[in-house]
């Protein structure tokens, strides 16, 4: 078991999880249980970075942790835990935010975007947010970080951070590579093709969430936007119908290549309804397995109790193997 390589990520309960973070994140964790020893956690101090109103977030909580064990999460296999139970996180987000620049977090292209999007509430948090990002993953020294795209600049800080520790106080910190999937990295939202798609988008029809029900799934799929072309074919000036090759090879396999050939002469309205039910067939189980775990709150919390426990052990020795490289009296 131990000789086995390491793996770490962890999820926001920002919101509905998409077939965005499933396809870009979620179906690596779940794939990399049996070869890699897995830590996975709901990254829930993340999530305050953008308001969050209390009671739905205590929900939202409940429901991704629910969700990530619906996915087929094992927690005997890996451990699974929430982020803010173990203080280790934010005190060693703190010791690394005197070896980070403002400057290199000043570039980050998500708090750009965040702070766009949310102009009325540009918070130090959401700023300092990749440093907590860093602390996460090197408390546990993964060899690989499962993520999509969108998080490739955050793990190079992530990087970047652990390198320059390693190198005022000395070896600590192992250096962690991302792990992205060849499809399905970036999912593209389904009304603009041009933007990712987020769970946290006011347009409900631009993304899927993983617990839609089957017809809703399909609606959205027909309503995606395309072009005013008819063919299936994947080209850069035709983003929207990319977007639904991709997904859409994605969940099954197929190379975009086959996926051009199997609609041949065949019209948008067809291709839209074989990625919608393929991405439903898919989705249906996680459903109907997530109904059944989050009805039983006690069993949660036994659970993430004990992935807490587990986390803490490993989070622990890190942390203070940190501190005493930077001279502080244990
Ligand atoms: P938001 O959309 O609210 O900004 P998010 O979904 O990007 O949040 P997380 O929940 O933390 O943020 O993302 C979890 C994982 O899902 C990350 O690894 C992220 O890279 C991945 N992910 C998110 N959106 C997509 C997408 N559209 N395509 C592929 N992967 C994605
Ligand atoms: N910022 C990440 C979520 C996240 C994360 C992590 C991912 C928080 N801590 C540690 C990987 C490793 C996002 O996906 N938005």
Known sequence: MDDKKKVLSCIQPSGMLTLGNYLGALKNWLNMQDEFQCTY??????????RQDPQKFKGQIYSTFALLLA????????????????????????????????????????????????ADNINVGLFSYPVLMAADILLYQPDFVPVGADQKQ????????????NRIYGEVFKIPEPYIPK???RVMSLQDPEKKMSKSDDNINSFVAILDDRDTIIRKFKRAVTDSESSVRLSEDKPGVSNLINIYSAVTGK???????EFEGKGYGEFKLAV???????????????????????????????????????ARKTYFKAMKKMGFVL
């Open 71 to 118: 996915l087929g999460i094992d927690p005997e296999k890996s451990t699974l835990f929430i982020q803010s139970h173990l203080p280790e996180h934010t005190a060693l987000s703190w010791a690394l935010s005197s070896v980070t620049q403002f400057g290199e977090l000043s570039r980050m292209t998500q708090f750009k975007a965040k702070s766009a999007l949310h």
């Open 41 to 50: 956690a709901v990254a829930d101090l993340h999530a305050i970075t953008v």
């Open 183 to 185: 499809i399905g990295a």
């Open 255 to 261: 190379t975009a290549a086959k996926v051009e050939k």
């Open 276 to 314: 919608g039910e393929a991405v439903a067939d898919e989705l249906a189980p996680i459903k109907e397995r997530y109904e059944k775990i989050i009805a039983d709150k006690a069993e949660l919390e036994r659970i993430f109790r004990a992935g807490d426990e587990r986390a803490e052990r490993v």
């Open 154 to 165: 955050h793990l190079e800080i992530a990087r970047d951070i652990a390198m320059r520790f």
